[in-house]
């Protein structure tokens, strides 16, 4: 029961460059739209792993001798490579976005638009809940993940108000909370406002940067020479993390250089020019129009 509509799906999976005998990482799995198309191009002897820490995307797997799923978030690549006794790989996929299913199923509270508790835990059975975080943190606490995470200039009144409603009473619905802050947003801006908020409650819930940036700096370790990498990011803070990483090897950016000055980086980057949806793809999924595709070859 495929519920994701996989974004940059034929120009990711050609990002790969898929050799039919090689080992392959799918670190979103999702849907399982991004693991077919893989599992099409590789061939009797090639092998995917698909790593996904919501344990409803189990509903999706794959009938097929070569694909393993990974319920685990895919900050611990590196342990779950050892497990298997795979010690490189040729390539890696990972497709950052929510996905559409966890968005319309209005119970994982993901969404201001539906009615719902505020959970947007990707793994349920894990860590602290949107609620949680709302009605425990410290003033200081919600200033920085409103500012860092939602780049919101506003964050400090947004963290005095839900101080001042949760004094009298806990903050436990969606609803609640749109009620509360939906009157803070500029004037026609609505949406776009309550999305920052999710997003920066959301990335908090699930350490996504703090993941994500493992994850990153496993790869290096993880792929072989000649091997790709391919993220898709859907907003800036992760798209930079991505960038920065593809270009120097390091999380800051900073390219490093030897003693005839020559760039020290183990990536060669493919698409100097970032990979966007296309006027048919958005037609057809509107989801997909802040994703961008980033390609990287390691070189040694």
């Given at each position: 029961?495929?519920?994701h ?9 050609e ?8 080992i ?6 999702g849907?399982?739209?991004?693991s077919?198309q ?5 061939g ?14 189990a ?9 393993t ?6 900050r611990y690549l590196?342990?779950?490579l ?10 890696i996929?990972a497709?950052?976005?929510?996905s559409?299913y ?5 119970e994982?509270g993901?969404?201001?638009r ?6 947007m835990?990707?793994?349920q059975k894990a860590g602290?809940?949107?609620a949680?975080?709302?009605?425990t ?9 409103f500012?860092?995470y ?12 839900i ?23 500029p004037?026609?801006?609505r949406?776009?406002f ?10 908090e819930?699930?350490?996504e ?5 493992e ?7 993880c792929?072989?020479?000649?091997g ?7 907003h ?6 991505v ?7 390091n999380?800051?950016?900073e390219?490093?250089?030897d ?10 980057i ?6 966007v949806p296309?006027e ?16 990287a070859?390691?070189?040694?």
């Open positions: 029961m495929a519920y509509r996989p974004v940059l799906l034929s120009e990711s999976i990002a790969l460059n898929i050799q039919p005998g090689g392959y990482l799918d670190l979103t799995f849907g399982g739209g991004h077919l893989i599992l099409k191009k590789l009797k002897n090639g092998r995917l792993l698909a790593f996904d820490q919501d344990p409803d995307a509903q999706n797997l794959l009938d097929d001798k070569r694909f799923f990974v319920n685990a978030n895919f590196k342990n779950f050892r497990f298997y006794h795979i010690p490189k790989v040729q390539g996929l497709d950052l976005g929510i559409s966890q968005i319309d199923k209005a994982r993901f969404s201001f539906s009615k719902s508790e505020l959970d835990r990707m793994n602290k809940s949107a949680d975080v709302l009605n943190y410290k003033e200081e606490e919600l200033i920085r993940i500012r860092e939602g780049e919101l200039r506003n964050a400090g009144t947004i963290a005095r108000v101080l001042k409603a949760r004094a009298s009473s806990s903050i436990t619905t969606t609803t609640q909370l749109a009620e509360l802050l939906e009157k803070m947003a004037h026609g801006q949406s776009k309550m999305a920052r908020i999710y997003q920066a409650i959301r990335i819930v699930n350490e940067l703090e993941a994500l940036k994850m990153l700096l496993q790869t290096t370790e792929l072989e020479a000649g790709r990498l391919v993220v898709i990011t859907y800036s803070l992760e798209d930079r993390l960038k920065n990483f593809m270009k120097s090897a999380l800051e950016g390219v490093k250089k003693f005839y000055g020559q760039p020290l980086s183990c990536w060669k493919i698409n100097r020019k970032v990979i296309g048919e793809e958005l037609k057809q999924n509107n989801r997909a129009r802040s994703a961008k595709l980033r390609i070859e390691m070189i040694e």
